[in-house]
């Protein structure tokens, strides 16, 4: 066996292999010897078949496996010899010089990229920070209740948060259009089910009472006929009804969950889920600034090999995801483009990760581990039961264990960054309107 190194650019690079003619012949003659041992063919009793026989059925596909194993182990070989760390497969090419005595071939492939660890004593982290109090609760609370809102008979004139039942028809140039009609069409005023101007024509109106008006459709809109163009509606209000937010009693709580109907109960428990949750949100803010303080300071290249594999890996999970959906995968042929950018920088955070994680010993501790499982655990009414079903696979812990590791590097980075304290507003961080 003989090997070369040439580097083609950053992370590529070429391994000459050569392998003797002679071995190959030598390795395939006893493989089609062992192989005629058991060969069946008529007129021949078993394994007596005569070897040129033997040689002429399978003489190919022995030569191709032997070939393929001996480029394996040459390869292997070369790559340990010379301390290359491979990153995905290499792309094999025969060599159009000629000889005698071997066969020759190109092992064309990426390596991982070698770096240092960048300087993060100048990146800026904002770090949020909020107390859950009474305030929090009370508005939780009012989000849980408007998620149980029923709704009655109202006769008076629809207003905001009113349920509405309209007939309405739309025509352009005094034509009815595709899609502009609906009779007993129900929508909340003020939840953006419509149109705004059309919700504002609705709104104010009471039942019996019909209206025609202009409306001027988006220049975005989808229906690319009716976009920036101006139709008119007719509309007949045929029902207002009023929101009727639950009272928080007994009945509440149970409805909760609380099988008591213990309303500080229930409060206790909303105030432990919020507690929860801020943490939660919290880490995950400060968790992707991390990220990015990482990225900007570690500029690395990385290995096309892998962002193809990444990639490819996207693009299975979003069929999964589809199908689950029930929606039909051919019917949307999914392109390698749309999960090019990121592909490429889950990549690039990995080596940056595993770099940080390997340099600065930041593996998971046992105990960190059994920490979080427990957390996860508490919000559940059977903690023991959910934390026996982590242990039960060792696959389920290595999750948890990931979780714990990049926990590990957050902290790591908030000890070399300039963090700032900032004070959160509750509606904002749990993503809520005002």
């Not at 070897?51 to 390869?75: M, N, P, T």
């Not at 408007?146 to 028809?169: C, G, M, P, T, W």
């Not at 979080?372 to 009414?381: D, K, P, R, S």
Request: charged share 30%.
């Amino acid at each position: 066996m003989e090997a070369t190194t040439a580097q083609a650019n950053e992370l590529e690079r070429r391994v000459d292999l050569a392998i003797a003619i002679a071995d190959v012949e030598k390795e395939m003659e006893q493989r089609l010897k062992r192989m005629g041992k058991n060969m069946k063919m008529p007129g021949f009793r078993p394994g007596k078949v005569p070897f040129s026989i033997v040689r002429q059925q399978y003489g190919d596909q022995a030569r191709h496996e032997v070939l393929s194993e001996e480029l394996d182990r040459v390869f292997s070989e070369t790559v340990t010899e010379q301390k290359l760390r491979v990153a995905g497969y290499p792309r094999i090419e025969p060599k159009t010089t000629e000889s005698t005595t071997h066969l020759e071939f190109s092992a064309i492939f990426e390596v991982y990229p070698e770096f240092a660890l960048g300087d993060l004593s100048a990146s800026e982290i904002e770090r949020p920070t909020l107390e859950v109090g009474a305030a929090e609760i009370d508005k939780t609370l009012d989000i849980l209740r408007k998620q149980r809102v029923s709704y009655e008979n109202a006769d008076r004139a629809a207003a905001k948060e009113d349920r509405v039942v309209i007939d309405f028809l739309g025509k352009k140039d005094g034509v009815p259009f595709q899609g502009g009609q609906a009779n007993d069409y129900p929508f909340v005023l003020g939840q953006g089910m419509m149109l705004p101007d059309f919700e504002n024509a609705v709104e104010g109106m009471k039942v019996g009472e019909s209206k025609t008006f202009d409306l001027t459709f988006p220049a975005d809109y989808h229906a690319k006929d009716l976009a920036g163009q101006t139709v008119q509606f007719d509309i007949t209000v045929k029902q207002v009804q009023a929101p009727k937010l639950p009272e928080i009693d007994a009945d509440f709580a149970k409805s909760m969950g609380i099988a008591d109907g213990d309303v500080e109960k229930m409060r206790g428990e909303i105030e432990a889920n919020l507690k929860r949750e801020v943490k939660r949100r919290i880490e995950g803010k400060i968790k992707d600034q991390v990220m990015e303080a990482l990225l900007s300071t570690n500029p690395i290249t990385v290995p096309v090999a892998l962002v193809d594999m990444e990639i490819q890996r996207l693009m299975q999970a979003a069929r999964q995801d589809m199908e689950q959906r029930g929606m039909k995968v051919a019917d949307l042929p999914i392109q390698p483009e749309w999960f090019a950018d990121q592909a490429k920088r889950r990549v690039t955070l990995g080596l940056i990760l595993a770099e940080v994680v390997k340099t600065e010993k930041l593996q998971a501790t046992p105990e960190q581990v059994r920490t979080m499982v427990e957390e996860t655990a508490a919000a559940y009414e059977q903690p023991e039961e959910v934390i026996r079903w982590y242990y039960a696979q060792p696959q389920r812990l290595q999750e948890v264990e990931g979780v714990a590791i990049e926990n590990n590097v957050v902290a790591w980075v908030l000890g070399k960054a300039k963090v700032a304290d900032k004070a959160a507003v509750f509606d904002e961080l749990m993503g809520q309107k005002q």
